[in-house]
């Protein structure tokens, strides 16, 4: 079966940085995706890695290390609408998703 | 705008009366899911369409069915809901099943069963 562990929340003041790991041990690999889902609403993507490494986009980042079964989003200058859930899922062998439970972000003033 | 659409956004059904849930797309992709997530919990497939080759997944209860007419629409149906079905379901698309096969979602369906 598919595994990905995640934190269940984490909370973080307007401004600051905050990092959400991600590791995974999956029937093979096809990439990483992240999505953020905001309370009652669908995921929206927001990143993929299929490569080691970082990939930055905006106040966004993601991190890749496929050895060590390892992705982390960074979340730069953090605002309030920040706030929601983040999803890590991978891409099996058949190209389907698992996901991660998701982190709660709580973004405080 | 190109999109998912789902309907209705809250669909409320008795214990046992069979219920249907619908998905369109604008996208014009070739593969369309069907997703369970239940509060605080992850996404769990439920099965696929690659354009009209159906995937059930192997622990999809044969409670739920599915069916895709066109490109455009997939249903899913309950046929005897249960109050452990009670979840939101998403309905998502793909362009292909590839690599970087990122999927768009709708936003969602939450049922409940009294």
């Known amino acids: 079966g598919q595994n990905i562990d995640q934190p269940t929340e984490m909370t973080a003041t307007e401004g600051a940085i905050v990092q959400i790991n991600c590791t995974y041990q999956?029937?093979?690999?096809?990439?990483l995706f992240w999505y953020q889902q905001h309370a009652g609403e669908a995921p929206t993507f927001l990143s993929y890695?299929?490569?080691?490494g970082l990939e930055e986009k905006g106040r966004f980042s993601s991190f890749l290390s496929r050895s060590k079964g390892y992705s982390y989003l960074l979340l730069k200058e953090l605002q309030m609408k920040d706030s929601a859930s983040y999803l890590c899922?991978?891409?099996?062998?058949?190209?389907?998703?698992?996901f991660g439970a998701g982190t709660t972000v709580t973004v405080r003033a | 705008d190109a999109m998912v659409i789902q309907n209705p956004r809250y669909q409320v059904t008795q214990f046992g009366k069979p219920v249907t849930l619908s998905c369109s797309q604008t996208l014009n992709h070739n593969v369309m899911y069907w997703y369970q997530q239940k509060s605080s919990q992850a996404p769990k497939l439920l099965f696929h369409?690659?354009?009209?080759?159906?995937?059930n997944e192997a622990d999809t209860p044969d409670n739920f069915q599915s069916r895709r007419p066109n490109t455009s629409f997939c249903f899913l149906d309950i046929r005897s809901p249960g109050l452990g079905d009670a979840a939101m379901y998403l309905c998502a698309t793909s362009i292909s099943s590839g690599p970087y096969n990122e999927q768009f979602f709708g936003p969602g369906t939450r049922l409940t069963v009294l």
């Open positions: 999956t029937s093979g690999f096809n990439g």
């Open positions: 369409y690659y354009d009209k080759d159906f995937n």
């Open positions: 899922a991978v891409s099996d062998r058949d190209y389907k998703l698992s």
């Open positions: 890695n299929v490569l080691d």
